[in-house]
């Protein structure tokens, strides 16, 4: 037990430590403080575990408890028994405010200097509807499809031309809103279970993300910059590894999924590569109360090749290298399982750390809130 505890912790250390010095942050400090922090976490966690003893627990989805599940905002971190189906609906926000680069907060009149418009708030809504089947004991099947609508508020740059002169000093600052939303990329997914143990469950995923969100959707006439698009306009392909641990009223796991486009779409880009790593620990209640906290690592590429009728002038946004940056967030779940066939989550998370490589948008925080429907 111990053992497992050491390894997982001495995983997730590196997990995030790789992220970061792949990253290069400038910031050394903030590496050694991350291992600590994901250390003495899992460490938490382990003192706990080895002071309960063992009893019959199952961390695949099986029983009418609560326990067994990973926290809301993490997918395909479970897998089902053979025969059984599973619906779910996921409500996700997000909200994000400010530009910042490499750590430092970039006004708005700096950015002006540059770009005809300034980002300053944008907020995404998305629903996202799932079902998975496990055809055979070590085999989950799931596929999942996302609704999402994006807002986001701009200063923009207007210009009082004097009476002959151009005169900068007597610029004015307008504001404009740009919308989109639609159907965004959907996700086939394979779960195969390498162990069948009930109390340490090891699955790999792996799968292929369909471009069914589209990629040239306008406003107001020009082409809305990359993150406003609703997909990725690539078959991408989808990978990782999950594992978790239950222990009677206390539940630890580890996810790190990846997102690797496959190929340039028809715009003449390729979607930014991402990787996202996880941490949870979950507290049982009572039998249908679970709480849970969550560290989430996530790194996100850069844009290989530009869509030419982007207006790179636009906005930071407009720039392929914007969408590079590495995020750490840490979550707080609440979760709920009423009856045999139901469970209700909700989980909500800040971002710890952020640095976007280029000037881009900070995040504030998010939300997902989840339904789950079971068919034995
Ligand atoms: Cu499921």
Known sequence: MIQIINHLS???????????????????????????????????SALILINTDSHAQSCHESGPEVHGMPPIGVMAGHTHEKGHVMFSYRSMIMSMKGLSQSGTNVPTPTVLEDYMMAPTTMNMTMHMLGAMWAPHSRLTIGVMGNYSSIKMDMTTLVHHHGEGSHDHSATNYGSSTMENSGFSDTRLMGLVRINKHQTHCLHLIEGIQLPTGSINSSFAGSVLPYAMQM?????????????????????VGVQTLSYVPLHKNFRGYKA?????????????????????????SIYTSKIVGEDIEINSMMSPMSQPSSTQHYLMNAHIGLNVKPSMRWRMAIEAGLPLIQHNYRVAMNQQWGGVLGLQYILP
């Not at 997909?231 to 539940?251: D, E, Q, T, V």
């Open 10 to 44: 001495a995983y997730c250390t590196m997990m995030f430590n790789t992220n970061l010095k792949t990253l290069s942050l400038p910031e050394t400090g903030t590496q050694f403080n991350i291992g600590k922090l994901v250390r003495g976490m899992v460490a938490l």
């Open 231 to 251: 997909g990725g306009g690539s078959f991408s392909l989808l990978s990782g590894i999950n594992y978790s641990l239950i222990k009677r009223k206390y539940l």
């Open 272 to 296: 930014p590569i991402k990787v996202e790593t996880s941490c949870w620990a979950s507290l049982k209640l009572t039998r249908f109360v679970s709480t849970s906290v969550r560290l989430q």
